[in-house]
């Protein structure tokens, strides 16, 4: 059954990869780790309530910047989920893009947003992510973070049922839980991601970063992603 839907969610060629955007200042600390860290795990005081901006803290002798929590209409949130349950539990997640396009309508955003910031993207292998963090991963089939721009249209309410265990892929047909390898918007990973090497592919970015000399030889201009 694992292997079974680990075919199915990677097989498409535009799907064989996941990418993480992150910014060019939380690359010596992901480096520093090699992992991928989720804002609980650093510590959960970034979760004590809502960031309206992003937040700097030093973490293992190395910067870690959290990005601010968009504000979330009411209207969109259902009933029996609160919005500080909602944020808390997004942050106790490493998120990733399934496709290309998606992840470079979250550079476009946010470079228009913080033109002043500079961002990065690692590309890494999904196949062999996803079967090694397995059980700790779940499917949206949303962009879970994200503010919808007229809330009284939107489709579904945002709630912790709409994050899918990957185990239930297929098993569980809810018109807000993804159903089909093309439904899936975003990959979690609940905690961290270790041992990031392995699956690193590319770093996409435009300035030379201060990370290791191993990592060096996988970075790519962030203008050819």
């Known amino acids: 059954m694992k292997e079974s839907i680990l075919l199915k969610i990677t097989k498409n060629k535009n799907r064989t990869a996941l990418f993480h955007f992150t910014r060019m200042r939380n690359l010596p600390s992901i480096a520093h780790s090699d992992a991928l860290f989720s804002c609980h795990a650093v510590d959960p005081e970034l979760s004590a309530e809502r960031r309206t901006s992003s937040r700097e803290i030093q973490f293992r002798g190395k910067a870690f910047t959290a990005n601010a929590h968009l504000r979330i209409a009411d209207q969109v949130m259902d009933p029996g989920t609160t919005q500080q349950q909602f944020r808390q539990y997004l942050d106790k997640h490493v998120f990733f893009w399934p496709t290309r396009s998606d992840c470079l309508k979250m550079l476009t955003t946010y470079s228009r947003r913080e033109p002043q910031e500079a961002f990065a993207i690692l590309q890494l292998d999904a196949y062999s992510l996803i079967r090694d963090f397995y059980d700790s991963v779940k499917l949206t089939k949303y962009d879970s973070g994200s503010s919808p721009r007229y809330p009284n249209r939107c489709s579904y309410r945002k709630s912790l049922r709409m994050f899918l265990g990957i185990d239930q892929f297929e098993a569980i047909r809810e018109h807000d839980m993804p159903s089909k ?18 699956y690193l592919q590319a770093i996409y970015c435009n300035a030379i970063p201060d990370i290791p000399e191993r990592w060096q030889r996988y970075r790519r201009p962030l203008d050819n992603f």
Do not use: A, G, M, N
């Open 181 to 198: 390898p093309s439904d899936i918007r975003e990959v979690l990973v609940e905690d961290r991601v270790t041992d990031l090497t392995h």
